[in-house]
């Protein structure tokens, strides 16, 4: 397998969204303190390092839903 290819059998709803998840990867993982290797390939990354980053983007994206489903009711 390539570096930087996934086998995650995952697809992404939107595909647009792509970049928009790419980006907050990189936002989430600075704000952790934690290094993203530069070649994309995450493989030597610490598991506990990735799952405080996917930890922390799903709650991220919790947020945002539930802010924008509270802002379609609130009208």
């Known amino acids: ?3 930087g290819q996934s086998r995650s059998s995952n697809q992404l709803v939107v595909p647009q969204a792509n ?3 790419d980006q ?4 989430v993982a ?5 290094q993203i290797p530069q070649d994309g390939y995450m493989g030597y ?6 799952g405080a980053i996917g930890g ?3 709650r991220r994206l919790v ?3 539930e802010q924008q489903l ?3 009711f609130s009208r």
């Open 1 to 3: 397998m390539a570096q």
């Open 63 to 65: 947020q945002i839903a």
């Open 30 to 34: 600075q704000e952790l303190g934690i």
């Open 56 to 58: 922390h983007i799903t």
């Open 45 to 50: 990354m610490a598991t506990r390092d990735a």
């Open 24 to 27: 907050l990867k990189y936002e």
């Open 70 to 72: 509270a802002g379609q």
């Open 19 to 21: 970049a928009a998840l």
